[in-house]
């Protein structure tokens, strides 16, 4: 796999706790990094997926009205 390398500043106490997590794990901080950043860019294009979805759902015309969801909310608390 090519790699290209990035570089970016961030916080010191960040920086910090990444060299404790590299040490804990005894893994590099490049690896810590790495799994970090694909965790979010994974995170990220699940939610643009959720989002188009929702978006989707709305032009078709499959939404809930607000006032059943009201209504729904308030009868979690009554008693059955």
Same mark, same amino acid.
């Given at each position: 796999?090519?790699?290209?390398?990035? =570089?970016?500043?961030?916080?010191? +106490?960040?920086?910090? $706790?990444?060299?404790? %997590?590299?040490?804990?794990? #005894?893994?590099?901080? *490049?690896?810590?990094?790495?799994?970090?950043? =694909?965790?979010?860019?994974?995170? +990220?294009?699940?939610? $643009?997926?959720?989002? %188009?979805?929702?978006?989707? #759902?709305?032009?078709? *015309?499959?939404?809930?009205?607000?006032?059943?969801?009201?209504?729904?909310?308030?009868?979690?608390?009554?008693?059955?």
């Amino acid at each position: 796999m090519d790699t290209r390398v990035v =570089t970016a500043h961030i916080p010191i +106490e960040l920086a910090e $706790q990444i060299d404790e %997590l590299a040490a804990r794990l #005894d893994r590099p901080k *490049g690896w810590i990094i790495k799994q970090a950043l =694909t965790s979010l860019v994974e995170l +990220e294009a699940k939610r $643009q997926q959720l989002t %188009l979805e929702g978006l989707a #759902d709305v032009d078709t *015309g499959r939404i809930v009205d607000h006032t059943s969801i009201k209504d729904w909310a308030k009868s979690i608390d009554k008693p059955v």
